[in-house]
Nanobody
Framework: QVVLVESGGGLVQARGSLRLSCAAS??????MGWFRQAPGKEREFVAS????????NYAESVKGRFTISRDNAKNTVSLQMNSLKPEDMAVYYC???????????????WGQGTQVTVSS
């Protein structure tokens, strides 16, 4: 199991930008990603990236606005969020060993989450 620690959350105005980072406790060759959970809603997939970075997937709601990247030398994965909307407000979770099950993204390792608040 890998320990994941997120950072970079905070308060931002709508149409602003924020960058989330996640540090893994050890090297992981699995796909990593980001999920989010808004109040009263289920956790949802945001983005994932393969070990090589050659396979990247985004939720439709964030395509063109969010960019996921990873630095395997530093065991980190980041999420650059631009043009933020109030509906992006949620707790964002870093994840490792991301996989697809019955058409849905899941993960085996989770961080504690970081709050992103978007003011309108």
């Amino acid at each position: 199991q890998v320990v994941l620690v997120e950072s970079g959350g905070g308060l931002v105005q709508a149409r602003g930008s924020l960058r989330l980072s996640c540090a893994a406790s050890r090297r992981t060759t699995s796909a990593m990603g980001w999920f989010r959970q808004a109040p009263g809603k289920e956790r949802e997939f945001v983005a994932s990236i393969s070990w090589s970075g050659g396979i990247i997937n985004y939720a439709e709601s964030v395509k063109g606005r969010f960019t996921i990247s990873r630095d395997n030398a530093k065991n980190t994965v980041s999420l650059q969020m631009n043009s933020l909307k109030p509906e992006d407000m949620a707790v964002y979770y870093c994840a490792a060993r991301v996989y697809i099950s019955s058409g849905s993204y899941e993960a085996q390792d989770w961080g504690q989450g970081t709050q992103v608040t978007v003011s309108s």
